[in-house]
């Protein structure tokens, strides 16, 4: 970890008119979600991925790096410019952000599928496939444990 740190990867930058990143995931993750003028979410419901909680504030929820920022520094992102790094931290195209508990977030913290699973095990084959995604888009290395557990979920995909 030499070197890192999450200001490294600028984040939840301005995205549509005044509503940066993690309002516009919020907005996109939730149900019924109403927004106010200045684009935070002050009502709707979230349903994290990850444990099955439903939430029923914006404070509740976090907005999740599929691919935490400090595993893509160790995967690669150290040797990256300011603006790529920028582009993962707030990439809205690809599975690389989502809406889910703040308990299951900070207990997934920086750590790769070998360390951390969703607690959902239904949720294991899109974790899986979604973190392969950002890891293969962004040319992240994987590691010999990430591996074998990212295959380990992605053998739920079928059942």
């Known amino acids: 970890m030499d070197g890192y740190s999450r200001a490294k990867f600028p984040h939840w930058i301005k995205q549509m008119g005044t509503c940066d990143t993690r309002e516009v995931v919020l907005s996109r993750d939730g149900g019924n979600v109403r927004t106010d003028s200045e684009c935070r979410a002050v009502s709707g419901t979230w349903t994290s991925a990850y444990d099955g909680k439903v939430l029923g504030a914006a404070s509740q929820v976090d907005i999740d790096h599929m691919v935490p920022l400090a595993n893509a520094w160790r995967s690669g992102a150290d040797g990256w410019d300011t603006g790529k790094r920028k582009a993962i931290a707030n990439d809205l195209t690809n599975p690389q952000l989502i809406a889910v508990s703040a308990g299951s977030n900070r207990s997934k913290g920086d750590q790769s599928p070998d360390q951390w699973q969703p607690p959902l095990a239904s949720y294991w084959c899109t974790y899986a ?17 990430e591996q074998a557990a990212l295959v380990n979920m992605l053998d739920t995909c079928d059942r």
């Open 129 to 145: 496939r979604a973190w392969t995604h950002v890891k293969h888009l962004y040319r992240l290395r994987v590691t010999q444990p």
